[in-house]
Structures are given as C-alpha cells and as structure tokens.
C-alpha cells in the first residue's frame, strides 16, 4: 500500500478529474498491522485521503476491498464471516466510488469466488469495481477558529451555508425546517413561540403587530378586511359579534361613546335622521306612531291616532 501510493505521488499530476483507485484482494486478517497506530486504519487512511494535493485541493484516492475468506483449515486467520466488513476502517464508504465486496466462506477457494465479483449487473461491478467518480477535498482552513465547540457534530454538514451568523444561537432547534427560508429576518423575536404552525402564510405582513393577541381565534375569517382600523376599540360591546352577516356599509360615523348596554333586538330599518336631542325613559312607549299589522297578502300600516282637543 505504501509503495502504490508512492506511485500515484511520483507520477501524478495533480488534477482533480484523474481517477486514482486501488484494488485489494484479501484472504486473512492481520489485526497487527490494522490496529496499531501506524497501521492501515490510522496512518495510511490519512496518507491516501490527503497526500495527493492541487492548488486548493487535497485528491483522495478511492480504496476496493474484495474480501475472499480462506479455507479455515489452511489459516488461522481467516477473514472468515468477517468479509462484508474487513478493512472498513480503510475504505471511504460515504464517499468517492469506493467500497467491499465480500464473498461467503465456503471452506475453498475458486476461480469463481473471484469472477464473481466482474459479472456484468453484479452490484460489486456496478458499484464498486467499474464506478468512477472524481472527489476532492478541501484544503484545511488557513485561519481556524479561536474558539472552537467542546461538543462538535459527530455528522457535520456537507453543505455548509456560505455566510454563517456572527451571532449563532445557542440553543439550536432538534427538528430545523427542510425548506428554511432563503430570505429571513434580520430582527428574529427574543420570544419565538414553541409550537410553530405546521403551514405558515406564503405571504406573511410586512408590518406586523407589535403587540399580536395571546388568545387568537381558532377560526379565523377567510375573507378579512383589507383595509383594518388603525385604532380598534380596546372593549368591544361584546366578545362574540353581535351577527355573523355584517353590514357591508358600516358608518363612517361610529359614535365615541357606545352603550354599555345595546339592545338586543334593533330595528330593521332604523331613521335615517334620528333625534339628536333623545329624551331617556325607563319606560319607553309600548306602542310607537307607526306599527306594522300583517294580513294574508302582505301587510299595511296603520295611521297614528291623534287626540283632538274640543272647541
């Protein structure tokens, strides 16, 4: 392994597009050279991820394990039922083209235990032996942080975002968003509520409320009014509407000062020129100077009754 990467170094031309591959074909296990400090899982995973440099750019070199155990009676090490996973710790199996292809250990060794592996739609042929992607990585950082996390991802990112927050929470979300705006606030709330709604408006107010409401309707209109009061009434009459059809011509004139306690049955067709000096009775007449009497066709009003005084 060394001397093939050596290969690679002294032949190489350094262009990320080249296609660096290695084949391995394995019998035995050799936990002596794989878990020692310098061994295959340490050092030379290093050496074959990052020796290889272009001018921003390391060029890894992408590892094929085919593991074909040998017969237990002619080796005290063989890979045995450990094919599909010896030498993991060696091959990038998360990225690059790279990756095992482990045979069944059936006390022999064939010429088919190896062709089995070039066979034309054989998922180690497809996607291991003949698949071909360049991959590169990325140079360490020349300015690296000061502070860094004591608790860092064990699953980083591999698309970082381009323009990180200078000021990032410190309490991130568990389940962030999967389509997370591309255009957020520059002036978050200190008070963001803890269950969001599962449908948030495409089109959301560019001025919201200052100070929204605590108990929000649970069935809001479909229709709401495009053009709000600036000034709604802090106490309404009542805390349901008074009818579900509102006028649509409400006046232009509301009173300043409502009744505290309105009537629970208003007239249909109220004067259009009311008195504005109103006398307040507690016993208001029973019978007004027009009432209505209802016939089978229809109805007719009555004339007022008028006392005359005598000559």
Do not use: H
């Not at 520059?186 to 963001?192: A, C, G, L, R």
């Amino acid at each position: 392994l060394n001397v093939t990467l050596q290969e690679f170094v002294t032949n190489s031309n350094a262009v990320p597009e080249t296609i660096r591959k290695v084949y391995l074909i394995n019998n035995c296990v050799d936990n002596e050279i794989q878990d020692t400090t310098n061994g295959i899982c340490q050092d030379l995973f290093n050496d074959y991820e990052t020796t290889i440099t272009g001018d921003t750019t390391r060029i890894p070199i992408d590892i094929v394990a085919l593991n074909i155990p040998a017969p237990s009676d002619r080796s005290i090490n063989t890979i045995d039922e450990n094919a599909e996973t010896y030498l993991e710790c060696f091959v990038n199996m998360e990225q690059g083209s790279g990756g095992i292809c482990g045979a069944t250990n059936d006390e022999q060794i064939s010429i088919q235990d190896y062709s089995q592996f070039i066979e034309i739609g054989s998922d180690c042929y497809d996607e291991f032996i003949c698949s071909f992607g360049s991959r590169v990585n990325p140079n360490p950082t020349t300015s690296p942080t000061l502070k860094p996390t004591g608790e860092p991802t064990i699953e980083p990112t591999y698309n970082p975002t381009q323009s990180p927050s200078e000021t990032p929470t410190l309490e991130p979300t568990y389940n962030p968003s999967g389509s997370p705006t591309i255009d957020p606030t520059i002036e978050p709330t200190e008070n963001p509520t803890p269950s969001p709604t599962g449908w948030p408006t495409p089109a959301p107010t560019g001025w919201p409320t200052p100070s929204p409401t605590n108990n929000p309707t649970a069935e809001p209109t479909k229709a709401p009014t495009k053009k709000p009061s600036c000034l709604p009434t802090p106490g309404p009459t009542t805390q349901e509407p008074t009818t579900s059809e509102p006028t649509p011509w409400p006046t232009k004139r509301p009173t300043p000062k409502p009744t505290p306690w309105p009537t629970k049955k208003p007239t249909a067709k109220p004067s259009e020129a009311p008195t504005r000096s109103p006398i307040w009775t507690k016993k208001p007449t029973p019978s007004p100077t027009k009432e209505q009497t209802y016939g089978y066709g229809g109805y007719e009003e009555e004339e007022p009754t008028t006392t005359k005084k005598g000559y």
